[in-house]
Every structure is written in C-alpha cells, then in structure tokens.
C-alpha cells in the first residue's frame, strides 16, 4: 500500500514538475538547455541520500547483524548507481550545449565520476559468488568507506571552485524565485520515486532471501 501511494504522488508530482519545467520557470540566458538543471540536480541530490542510506544500514549491520539492514543497503545503493548515472548523463548532455565538451576535469564532475566507480564496485561485489554472511560483512565495511567520497563530490564546487550550475548557483548567479520553486518541485517529486523504488527493492530482496533459505532448507 505504501508503495502505490508514493508511485501516484510520484506520477502527479512529476507531471507538476514537468509543467513548472516548461510553462512555469523563465528561459535563464543560456537558453532552453538550462532546464535540464532541473532533472540533473534531482538526480545528483537523491543519489547522494541514496548513498547515505548505504552509509548508515552498514554502519547498522555491523552493529546489529540483522540481514534487513543490509538489504536497504544493497537496494539503496543500485538506486544510487542508477540516479548517479542519470545525473552524469543529463549533465553531460548540458556541458555539451554549454561548453562544447561532452566532459571536463572539473572537480565537481571528477569526483562525481569517482563516486559513480565506486558504487559500480560495491554491485559488483554484492553480485560476487562468496558466502552469504561474509559477504554482507565486506558489503558493509566498503559501504561505510565508500562514503567517504560523498562530502568531496558535495562541497567539491566551494573547495576548489567550478564551472558546474551548482557551484554558480552558491555563488549566487541571480536564479529567480520560480526557478528555485521548479527546483523543489524537482526534488519533491524525484524523492517520491526514490521512495517507491526503494521499498519496492527492499520488498523484493526480502523475498528472495526467503526463497534462497527455502531452497537451503529443502536441500537439507
């Protein structure tokens, strides 16, 4: 029940945002290709809380060895690696319209790209063919040293500077009160899908544990 009602308050906030995107916000003076700000710094936001969630369920795990706390993190994790790279994608696609580059070593892209790897590496580990329990166990350690790039791609733009929208806009580059209403609505609406997807990925490792201890049992 949960689920269906964050997934219809995410299809009706998505198609408000949507509206603010094109009707509402005003054209900033790089032209319509500014408005992929407004799906690219959704995506970047919910990524990063994705990734805290990792932090936090492993640090739990190891505390409480209670399996469920590594099942949010796997399903948070590919959740982040999925929003990670939407946000590389569309900020990529804006780059290209804005500087003429696909990509540039600034350290705010950087050490996004460093984070994606990162978090490619933990799926690929979970996916790993080793035991059970030993594997939640590594699967948490890295969860919780992984995080420790997350600051570095969040404060990157106020450390070393950037040419990244979001560095600009800490700076203050005049973004008029319905562009920043068309950025909450973009966050608002994003969270409701990150919501649906993660109890819906949580739901479905549940089950699958289930089913592999079912298997386990029957073979014994």
């Known amino acids: 029940m949960k689920v269906k009602i964050l997934a219809g308050l995410a299809v009706i906030a998505l198609l408000v945002q949507q509206y603010m995107i094109w009707f509402y916000a005003p054209i900033a003076q790089s032209g319509p290709v500014q408005k992929i700000f407004y799906m690219h710094l959704p995506c970047s936001w919910w990524a990063l809380v994705s990734f805290f969630v990792v932090f936090v369920s492993s640090i739990l795990f190891l505390l409480k060895r209670n399996d469920a706390f590594d099942r949010v993190a796997g399903a948070a994790a590919e959740i982040g690696v999925l929003f990670a790279t939407l946000a590389l994608v569309t900020g990529s696609t804006w780059a290209r319209a804005e500087w003429g580059h696909w990509w540039l070593w600034d350290p705010k892209l950087t050490t996004a790209l460093i984070m994606w790897y990162v978090y490619a590496g933990y799926l690929v580990l979970r996916a790993t063919p080793m035991g ?3 594997k939640a166990l590594v699967c948490a350690v890295l969860g919780i040293v992984a995080f420790l790039d997350v600051p570095l791609v969040f404060f990157a733009a106020k450390l070393w500077g950037s040419a990244h929208p979001d560095g600009l806009a800490r700076q203050g580059s005049g973004m008029e009160a319905r562009m920043w209403h068309t950025v909450f ?27 592999d201890a079912r298997l386990v049992w029957d073979d014994e």
């Open 185 to 211: 609505a973009g966050l608002i609406s994003f969270g409701f899908v990150w919501g649906a997807i993660l109890l819906t990925r949580v739901r479905q490792l549940g089950r699958q544990a289930e089913l």
């Open 132 to 134: 059970r329990d030993r």
